[in-house]
């Protein structure tokens, strides 16, 4: 039997080796390359966002409220428990005429920016308020605002399609986690979950008015996570489903943990003066009506008596 292979030409093997040493040279050239302009895309997008923020807080200062001591003097004093409590650093805290129910809070670098909408004094109690203002403060004190940014940013970097899915989908995911996060802070604020429960539920349904449509309210909040959809549709969501963040801080009161966190910032707030200066210099552009409701009220627990045998921790 003649098995030879010497008919190969010399070259066939020279532009073999050669074709895989090229492709593998492209291979590291296009990897750095793209390594390197991600890493100044994410850059850009730091410096747009960065310069976003600061002609935004500019805005917010121009247009809006900043709140203090003397132009609103009650919703003033909340802020400054919550801030006594949950000490998240320098916060401007800014009333937005914006007819929503929210709240935000944004910044890169110091002082952060609280932003809270004027319907949120009109429909919130006391404990509620500062429930979403501990929130915000939370998401401050535990570095979410620049954090998002940089993380954003990473998420967003140039992707195949499906691989954008996925960095997308993982920076929400991360959204929600904070999320989580920041009603623990809540709550540490108002030291009561039928607040923070309350206030999630009337983020959702402002126009309650009585228990029953609370608990019709509640009903149609705890059967969101029934449909499959909308589960799917969470994935890319910034924010839990109301149900599940109700549901984590009612596991969240029932630790030690938590007993020890409350003890710990009601510590804080002994013998704490009310703030006297005003958060910054800007003069107050226009009045508001008062912002807290002055009316007495009942304690949560009468207030929303179907929690009460559950919550208990
Ligand atoms: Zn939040």
Redesign the pocket.
Known sequence: MFRSRRYRVDNETIVLVLTILLVLAVIVITSTATFCLSGVFILGMFVISALMIRSHHQTLLRQTLSINDNNTPELSALVSECEAKLLPGPVNVFLAGKNEMNAYTFGLGSPKALVLYKPLLKVMNAGELKFIIG??MG?VALGHTWLNTIVGGLAGIPAPFGAAIILYAAFRWWNRM??FS?DRAGLLACGNLNSAVSAMVKLVAPTIRSQSEFNQALAMIDAEDDQASNRLAEIFQT?PMIIRRINKLKEYVRTTEYQQMQAGVNRNIRGTAKRSAPRTSTPVVHPIEPVVETKPELPPEERWPWLKPKDKS
Do not use: I
């Open positions: 929130h915000e998401h904070c999320e920041a924010h």
